[in-house]
T-cell receptor, first 115, second 114 residues
């Protein structure tokens, strides 16, 4: 079974700073997807970024980028020029390609951006 | 807006009762997933349907059941409700096609069992 671990329950940074959220996972699969979802106070789950395990290149979406280290089973999220609207819970998630395509989530990191 | 709709937004009911949560996937998506988010268990996968057929089951209690209809909307039925069933229930949808399969979430239904 796959497991996802987010070791930082809470983080807090000042607006405009850069912050990195950590995620590690455990799997015996060779092909899979990794995701970061954001859950703001509205409780909506919003996709932030996605990474395919077979791709060497790290995914980037505007101010959001990942550092994907397949051998180390590490998948961190970097938020540059953080904004007040980035305040949210952030969940790392794993999904294997073969078989049940369920998302396995970490416990989340509560990120607060301070003005 | 993800394009996934869920009704109702909030539901308050008593122990022992039965409720039905409804989900409409994004246009064109064939797969529907149900997740439960609670304080003690985090986000847990319950069940997946693809084009009307059950495809995968997670930690879904026997008191819970789901189905996907020909128009692809899905319903999650929760019966003999207990206090511990209070949670946020999410529906997500995806195309169902491998290599493009990102799940998009609805706004959730908050269930409170009193």
């Amino acid at each position: 079974a796959q497991t996802v671990t987010q070791s930082q329950p809470e983080m807090s940074v000042q607006e405009a700073e850069t912050v990195t959220l950590s995620c590690t996972y455990d799997t015996s699969e060779s092909n899979y997807y990794l995701f970061w979802y954001k859950q703001p106070p509205s409780r909506q789950m919003i996709l932030v970024i996605r990474q395919e395990a077979y791709k060497q290149q790290n995914a980037t979406e505007n101010r959001f980028s990942v550092n994907f280290q397949k051998a180390a089973k590490s998948f961190s999220l970097k938020i540059s020029d953080s904004q007040l609207g980035d305040t949210a819970m952030y969940f790392c998630a794993f999904m294997k390609i073969q078989g049940a395509q369920k998302l396995v989530f970490g416990q989340g990191t509560r990120l607060t951006i301070n003005p | 807006d993800s394009g996934v709709t869920q009704t109702p937004k909030h539901l308050i009911t008593a122990t022992g009762q039965r409720v039905t949560l409804r989900c409409s996937p994004r246009s064109g998506d064939l797969s529907v997933y149900w997740y439960q988010q609670s304080l003690d268990q985090g986000l847990q996968f319950l069940i997946q349907y693809y084009n009307g057929e059950e495809r995968a089951k997670g930690n879904i209690l026997e008191r819970f059941s789901a189905q996907q209809f020909p128009d692809l909307h899905s319903e999650l039925n929760l019966s003999s409700l207990e206090l511990g069933d209070s949670a946020l229930y999410f529906c997500a949808s995806s195309s169902g096609q491998l290599n493009t399969d990102t799940q998009y979430f609805g706004p959730g239904t908050r269930l409170t069992v009193l």
